[in-house]
């Protein structure tokens, strides 16, 4: 049977996120060593023009968001995803990560894995996550992520609710959201009403899943406000743009464009809006799936994984820089001249983990009022 994501889409789309799903199954075992992920796998040409990928470091924060992917599928596949281990194997390895890890993104990630998979060890990563996020600032992604995780371990005192005021505090004023929640210096001034996609996308999909859990009415405004925001400003060929102007919505710097923007977190959080009673934008979402069926050399079946991302060859991220810097000093300036010496032409060659296991998670989860 379709999941009623996938169902939603017409035949066409239908298909080729069929086949990106079974591709994601056979393209995270090559990054899966020793218990946990790769960083990323590189590609490489060889001399006689095909692509290998060479996997290269190790990411606790990536395995984590593997295991959540890998737990909406049925046991036999979450063993050919995980080069024979289950889902409890790896969210174990992880747990016992958790005295290490020092960052509050990944140990939210952590914990909201360990509660999507019923890990007996849940409250231990809540403690730890407890123990690190505390801070008066802290970055807009790993607010969401660390109110996702609340809310799927079924935590209802105070944390959930200064974790939700927290989010909600970030749209006051703003159209989307800035990189960065609280007064304080983790980004440069200059920049400072800048926000990307992740920090439109994660806050997204945390408030509509609170909202599917707890009926707030505030945290679905909310929601429903940042997907306006991202979807008006769409790009004519389906492009998940990357920069944003958090005070207006409009598109500070829209590369790089990356595939996991556009086959994962786009959808991701658009479909976990409508499966908790909000706005459906299916038409959306498939227009974003129409770039990457529109660019077939991004997707590499023969080593099951997909290239990262259309680029700028500014390799200093000059534009963006200069970009955010003109905004800054009026909403209305964007340099375009800065498109014409700096075209979209260099494709990033590497895949990293994250982008499968969220590709999983967009497609085969559920959220609250999804029958």
């Known amino acids: 049977m379709t999941d009623h994501r996938i ?16 591709l994601a199954v056979r393209g995270l075992p090559p990054g899966y060593a020793d218990g946990e992920f790769v960083f990323t796998r590189r590609g490489r040409q060889e001399a006689d023009g095909t692509w290998t990928a060479a996997p290269e470091g190790r990411s606790v924060r990536y395995s984590a968001i593997v295991a959540l992917g890998v737990a909406t599928l049925e046991e036999e596949r979450q063993r050919a995803a995980l080069a024979g281990d289950s889902v409890l194997d790896l969210v174990g390895n992880l747990v016992k990560r958790l005295p ?6 990944d140990a939210a990630l952590i914990c909201w894995a360990a509660a999507e998979t019923g890990h007996a060890d849940v409250d231990l990563a809540l403690s730890r996550l ?11 992604v790993e607010a969401a992520w660390a109110l996702a995780a609340l809310v799927a371990a079924g935590v209802t005192d105070g944390r959930v609710e200064q974790a939700r005021e927290r ?23 200059y ?20 909202h599917a859990a707890t009926g707030d009415v505030a945290a679905l405004r909310a929601a429903e406000q940042v997907a306006r925001g991202i979807c008006q400003a769409q790009g004519p060929q389906g492009e ?21 923007h556009q086959l994962s977190m786009g959808p991701m959080a658009l479909l976990d809006l409508a499966d908790a009673g909000g706005t459906a934008y299916v038409a959306e979402i498939s227009k974003g799936l129409d770039w990457m069926i529109e660019r077939p050399a991004f997707v590499l079946d023969e080593l099951a994984l997909t290239w990262r991302k259309e680029a700028r060859a500014d390799p200093r991220k000059l534009v963006r820089g200069l970009r955010a810097a003109a905004t800054g000093v009026h909403r209305r300036m964007r340099l375009g001249v800065l498109d014409r010496v700096y075209p979209p032409v260099a494709v990033d060659r590497e895949c990293r983990p994250y982008e499968l296991g969220w590709l999983l998670y967009a497609w085969l989860a559920t959220c609250g009022q999804a029958s």
Do not use: I
């Not at 290490?100 to 993104?105: A, L, P």
């Not at 407890?130 to 807009?140: H, M, N, R, S, V």
């Not at 829209?254 to 595939?259: K, L």
């Open 7 to 22: 169902a939603l889409l017409s035949s066409g789309h239908q298909d080729f996120v069929t086949g990106m799903v079974d």
């Open 191 to 210: 920049r400072a009403h800048v926000g990307c996609f992740a920090d439109q996308v994660y806050p997204l999909q945390a408030l509509a899943r609170l």
């Open 167 to 189: 989010l909600l505090g970030g749209l006051a004023g703003n159209r989307l959201y800035p990189h960065a929640l609280g007064k304080g210096s983790l980004v440069p001034r």
């Open 130 to 140: 407890a123990e690190l996020d505390t801070g008066p600032q802290t970055y807009t």
């Open 240 to 260: 998940w743009w990357w920069h944003y102007d958090s005070r207006t919505g409009s598109v500070v710097e829209g590369y790089p464009v990356y595939s996991v």
């Open 100 to 105: 290490e890890v020092t960052g509050t993104g």
